[in-house]
Structure formats: C-alpha cells, structure tokens
C-alpha cells in the first residue's frame, strides 16, 4: 500500500471550525513576520484581513505583554482566512503561513511551553484515509505527507526556540512569567500592559 498527500483545496483548514464539546477553535497561527507579509498583500489586494493575539505570556515584572504568535480572524461573512477561494482554493499557495504550509500536520500544545506534532483529524483527506493512516509509523508518515512533514518540524523547531527565548529571558532575571496569574489579573494585563513581539532568527528550509 503506497499513497500521498494531496491537498483536496476543499478549505476545511481555512474555515471557522468549533467543536464545542471538545473545546476545539479553528487556529491558524502567524508568527509577527508573517503577518507583517500578510497585511501588505492584503492591502494590494484591497481585501479585509484581520488578526488577534493568539500565544501570549504576560510578563508580571516589567508589566508588558510577548506576544509569539497572532492568529487569523475568521469572522468574516464566509467565516474563512481572507486568502481563500472557493474556485482555486489558497490565492497565497506559494507564500502561505508556515503553518498552512505543513498542514494537515499541526502543532498541539501540551502546556505553554511544550508542543507536539499532531495529525488534524477535521481534514478530508485525513477523513478519507484514516483506517490507512492509523496503520503507518513515523517513517511512513514522513513519506505520505514528504512536503507538510519538515514543514511541521519547522515549525515545531520555530516554536521551541521561541520559548527557549522565553526562559532564557526569566533566567538572565530580565521578565518574569507568572505560572499562577488569575484569570482577572490575566485579563486586566492583556487590556492594560504595553505589547512586545518575540521573534528568533529565520529558520532554514
């Protein structure tokens, strides 16, 4: 049994999806590069794009907020990304977010700090050949999706830097990260405190 990934451009990965009985939301996560790229193209365009903070740690001591990632509004009338066509699918294929770039792959988060590269279960190919999929290993996988893979690891890499970045920071005692912040204080800093982006360097193809 021999088979690959192809994209259905079906758009389930670009539309607003919420499972509320899994406390599953739809999350397409942008690094701050990313929607910088983003934001220009849709103003050529003249298209609405819009995004809100997606993984943040407010840090207690200096009262400001980082910002790692935002992620993309998809309140729009249709409820998808702004990029999306019905007849073609993705309009951004070739430039797309690193994380449309290796779904169906995904990041999940294990806690704030750690991730793991997870299969999104929502996408139609992965529907379509589940009963296929549950009988492979990790070898396999990497040759079903040989595209999406090194793209999810790119960006788990991505992501562990960026919190290495994060504790590398309370280390040198510069930010410190509550791990007990109540809800209330939590919301009060994310309406009150000034934002500053974390970035790493460009990671390599």
């Given at each position: 049994m021999s088979f690959k990934y192809l994209c259905r451009k079906c758009g389930t990965c670009c539309h607003d999806i919420e499972e509320k009985e899994l406390g599953y939301i739809k999350r397409i996560p942008l690094y701050p590069e990313e929607v910088e790229k983003l934001i220009k193209i849709a103003k050529e365009r003249d298209i609405e794009f819009r995004v809100i903070e997606d993984l943040v740690f407010p840090d207690v001591e200096n009262k400001k907020?980082?910002?790692?990632?935002?992620?993309?509004?998809?309140?729009?009338?249709?409820?998808?990304?702004?990029?999306?066509?019905?007849?073609?699918?993705?309009?951004?294929?070739?430039?797309?977010?690193?994380?449309?770039?290796?779904?169906?792959?995904?990041l999940k988060n294990v806690d704030a700090f750690n991730f793991q590269i997870s299969i999104d279960p929502l996408c139609n190919f992965v529907v379509a050949e589940y009963n296929n999929l549950k009988k492979v290993d990790l070898e396999k996988l990497k040759d079903i999706f040989e595209y999406e893979f090194p793209k999810a690891e790119k960006f788990f890499r991505k992501n562990k830097k960026l919190m290495l970045k994060i504790r590398q920071l309370e280390f040198e005692k510069k930010i410190k990260i509550s791990r007990e912040i109540s809800i209330t204080d939590y919301n009060k800093a994310l309406k009150e405190w000034d934002r500053e982006e974390i970035s790493v360097g460009k990671e390599k193809s």
């Amino acid at each position: 049994m021999s088979f690959k990934y192809l994209c259905r451009k079906c758009g389930t990965c670009c539309h607003d999806i919420e499972e509320k009985e899994l406390g599953y939301i739809k999350r397409i996560p942008l690094y701050p590069e990313e929607v910088e790229k983003l934001i220009k193209i849709a103003k050529e365009r003249d298209i609405e794009f819009r995004v809100i903070e997606d993984l943040v740690f407010p840090d207690v001591e200096n009262k400001k907020v980082y910002v790692v990632t935002y992620r993309i509004l998809l309140d729009n009338e249709n409820q998808c990304c702004t990029f999306y066509d019905n007849n073609i699918g993705c309009t951004i294929h070739n430039i797309k977010p690193l994380a449309c770039q290796a779904y169906p792959l995904a990041l999940k988060n294990v806690d704030a700090f750690n991730f793991q590269i997870s299969i999104d279960p929502l996408c139609n190919f992965v529907v379509a050949e589940y009963n296929n999929l549950k009988k492979v290993d990790l070898e396999k996988l990497k040759d079903i999706f040989e595209y999406e893979f090194p793209k999810a690891e790119k960006f788990f890499r991505k992501n562990k830097k960026l919190m290495l970045k994060i504790r590398q920071l309370e280390f040198e005692k510069k930010i410190k990260i509550s791990r007990e912040i109540s809800i209330t204080d939590y919301n009060k800093a994310l309406k009150e405190w000034d934002r500053e982006e974390i970035s790493v360097g460009k990671e390599k193809s």
